[in-house]
């Protein structure tokens, strides 16, 4: 079959790959000059930083999808961050995560006693959960309805309490708010709200602990270039700067595409831009509503020193980190004292800057949506490094070579909808069977892959739907 996919990024690389080993005819139309998307690297002068995904999740998924694509393992580097990451408070004190569990129990005694108890529960609750619900509802597609909502899913979602949150799931094994935060913290990971993204999404923080976080080694985004290299020796077409405009629908099937380069005729469509932005490129009556994922501002570092006492991934909390969470999701403002993330994979990885230097990624949650107007962002930027200087980055401000901005306007004008950074918000009612899936609208030969789409978002979840895409692809 001759198959065309809309956008080259990870989803539809991965979907190119696997179709392509299927024996299917493949072109991928990227309106950029790069494949990617999102997984993408921030390049000045010699140092390198990943521009988007930084913490790798569920490392064997990725393995097993990769090798689904005719990626060996020995191709990815894989290293393990231990510790996960370090939560740094106002007040100087710290607490690390660390998937040793008994090291995690220790740390848990000093810092919060008392609390341990809770954190063994946590655990032993959530292996169930997470092998039930990954088996139930991220290894499956929802195109009928109805395959959702049988009677032993139902029973499960019971059981998994899918009618709490994340964050008042947490805080039924956790007394201290800073531990709730620390374990329901990691809906920001897909663009979602602790106390709005319903419980299924715990298994996010669990999976921390069960398989760790790990790193690439030269960056997430190296899988780039390896990923190309793939596609050139399966014979995958890349039209770069094509610029899809219109999918070429009739009342039941999709025939091709029209982009800035021409028309193209294919057997099947597959749409791998932010989901909700398929709607520009068909004449539909009505567009369904979408509620976007949170947004991001983005501040890329080349500093001309290693900071070797800092942990990789380091959370900086406020006092009170509901409150920033409220000025994101309720609000719509960028919170005066937000929690900021920062990455500086430079401690264990030489090949990013030049010798003795390193690069930083820190990020703010902070609202999507186009109501926000960013023209304070280098006042925004100057607070967020005073905030790192003082609290973890000694001598912050001396070390800066280049710096580099991003808001949610840069995202959206790359195509993200409404400038959120993670697809569709995960919501109780954008998830599962609610969530746009593979096949996801009444044309028979039109397709969709990517964070908006069923399972969702995370490098590692669009490599699932990648997977569940191709599946649906070859049954039919
Ligand atoms: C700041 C940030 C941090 C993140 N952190 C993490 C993390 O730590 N771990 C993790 O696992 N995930 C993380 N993610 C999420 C992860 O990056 C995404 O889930 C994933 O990359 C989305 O892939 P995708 O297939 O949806 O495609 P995208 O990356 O959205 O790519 C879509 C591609 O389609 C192209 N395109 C769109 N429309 C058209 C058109 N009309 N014609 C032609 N081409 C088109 C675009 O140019 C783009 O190249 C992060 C994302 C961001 C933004």
């Known amino acids: ?38 997984l993408a690297f921030v390049e000045r002068d010699g140092y390198k930083v990943d521009k988007g995904p930084t913490i790798v999740l569920l490392p ?11 990626i060996g393992k020995e191709e990815v580097e894989m290293i393990r961050c ?57 290894e499956k597609s ?16 019971l059981e998994l309490k899918a009618h709490q949150t994340v964050r008042s799931q947490a805080s039924q094994y956790f007394k201290d708010k800073r531990l709730q935060d620390a374990f329901s913290l990691q809906t920001l990971y897909i663009g979602g709200n602790p106390s709005g993204s319903p419980a299924l999404y715990s298994l996010v923080p669990f999976s921390e602990y069960e398989h760790g976080i790990w790193y690439i080694k030269g960056g997430y985004a190296s899988l780039i270039p390896l990923l190309e290299k793939h596609l050139r020796k399966e014979g995958i077409e890349v039209k770069y700067e094509s610029s899809v405009e219109e ?57 001309d020193r290693i900071y070797n006492e800092v942990d990789i991934h380091q959370f900086f909390m406020s006092d009170n980190f509901r409150i920033h969470m409220n000025d994101v999701f309720k609000h719509g403002s960028v919170s005066k004292e937000p929690a900021i993330y920062t990455f500086h994979p430079s401690k264990i990885d030489d090949t990013l800057a030049p010798e003795g230097k390193s690069v930083l990624y820190a990020l703010v949650p902070v609202p999507s ?25 000694p001598d912050l401000k001396e070390a800066i070579q280049w710096m580099e901005i991003r808001t949610p306007v840069d995202a959206e004008v790359d195509g993200l909808f409404e400038g959120g950074s993670f697809g569709i918000a995960p919501t109780l009612t954008q998830s599962g069977a609610f969530r746009p899936q593979v096949k996801p609208l009444e044309y028979n030969n039109l397709y969709a892959v990517g964070a908006s789409v069923h399972p969702g ?20």
């Open 1 to 38: 079959m001759n198959i065309g996919i809309v956008g080259g990024g990870i989803g539809g690389m991965m979907s190119a790959l696997m179709l392509a080993r299927k024996g299917h005819e493949v072109t991928i139309h990227e309106k950029e000059k790069t494949l990617g998307g999102r």
């Open 60 to 70: 064997e998924m990725i393995y097993e999808f990769l090798e689904k694509a005719g």
């Open 82 to 138: 231990d510790p996960l990451y370090r939560m740094i408070y106002p007040d100087g004190s710290t607490f690390t995560k660390t998937s040793d569990i008994s090291k995690q129990i220790d740390e848990i005694k000093a810092m919060f006693p008392g609390e341990e108890e809770g954190f063994i529960n946590y655990l032993s609750d959530m292996r169930t959960r997470f092998a039930k619900g990954k088996k139930a509802f991220l």
């Open 142 to 157: 929802f195109i009928n309805k109805k395959d959702f909502f049988t009677f032993e899913n139902i029973k499960l979602l």
């Open 247 to 303: 999918l070429m629908l009739n009342q039941k099937d999709c025939k091709g595409i029209r982009s800035s380069d021409g028309e193209f005729y294919y057997d099947k469509v597959i749409f791998n831009g932010d989901f909700p932005m398929i709607h520009n490129l068909i004449n539909t009556k009505k567009t369904p509503k979408y509620k976007p994922s949170s947004g991001c501002l983005l501040l890329y570092f080349g500093l």
């Open 369 to 393: 949506g186009k109501d926000l107007n960013w023209k304070d962002k280098e006042k925004l930027a100057e607070g967020i490094i005073q905030v790192l200087e003082d609290r973890g980055f």
């Open 457 to 476: 978002g995370g490098i590692p979840i669009v490599m699932q739907g990648a997977d569940l895409l191709v599946q649906e692809i070859e049954r039919v």
